[in-house]
């Protein structure tokens, strides 16, 4: 897919203020309040700022952190992840490939055999269930 890249002012008029506060500006959604994170429907998850396919319900496990997790992305090239030392932890930041936009982080203490636990913020995300 070809990069998604907009200035702002674009962003602020099509995500509501806390999807762009979390997209746009790697901020946090609190735990246990976001719209996805008990959905068990199948279906496909999207990044609410491009509509790219990012995770799927066959890979969504309930971790009890408080956020979406999931095993894996559908594609390795729909996110990208990178190292965060910020708030004095470190940890692996994870965007989605085509807007750049924050989705959350990966840990590595989710079920085997993967062992990946991608930790996401449900405000970052769109749901499309399967009919």
Known sequence: ???????DDEWRSLLTP?????????????AFEGELTDVTDSGIYRCAGCSTPLFSSADKFHSGCGWPSFTRPVDPDAVTEHRDVSFGMERVEVLCSTCEGHLGHVFTDGPAPLGTRYCI???????DAEE
Do not use: C, H, W, Y
């Open 18 to 30: 806390e999807q762009f506060r979390v997209l746009r500006r790697a901020g946090t959604e609190p």
């Open 121 to 127: 913020n449900s405000v970052s995300l769109d749901f």
């Open 1 to 7: 897919m070809p990069k998604v890249i907009k200035s």
